[in-house]
């Protein structure tokens, strides 16, 4: 199993990116993937999720700025960052597990995304 993460970069405040994770190795339309993000001295947060079915979960900070989705043809879950700020900043990782499971067992390599005021 192999999740492959791209997408990261610099923006502006206010700009925009979008985050890319394909996978590989698993019957990706059975599994949730989420998006995380780390900065340094803090611990992995959980940004944003997407189901087998497509619903969604954000946490509030990104609710209305982020948005997640998923191409299962592609194995692949986007997630477009819009009106970015700068506590944005951070290694973002997306993970994956079967559905119905607790843990996320797969992560991919992380991406920095990096947004200047």
């Known amino acids: 199993v192999q999740l492959q993460a791209s997408g990261g970069g610099l923006a502006q405040a206010g700009g925009s990116l979008r985050l890319s994770c394909v996978a590989s190795?698993?019957?990706?339309?059975?599994?949730?993937i989420g998006w995380f993000r780390q900065t340094p001295g803090k611990e992995r947060e959980l940004v944003a999720s997407i189901y087998t079915k497509s619903a969604t979960y954000l946490i509030d900070s990104v609710e209305g700025r982020f948005t997640i989705s998923r191409d299962n043809a592609k194995k692949t879950v986007y997630l477009q960052m819009n009106s970015l700020k700068p506590e944005d900043t951070a290694v973002y990782y997306c993970?994956?597990?079967?559905?119905?499971?607790?843990?996320?067992?797969?992560w991919g390599q992380g991406t920095q995304v990096t947004v200047s005021s």
């Open positions: 993970a994956g597990k079967f559905r119905g499971t607790s843990d996320y067992g797969y």
């Open positions: 190795g698993l019957t990706f339309a059975n599994y949730v």
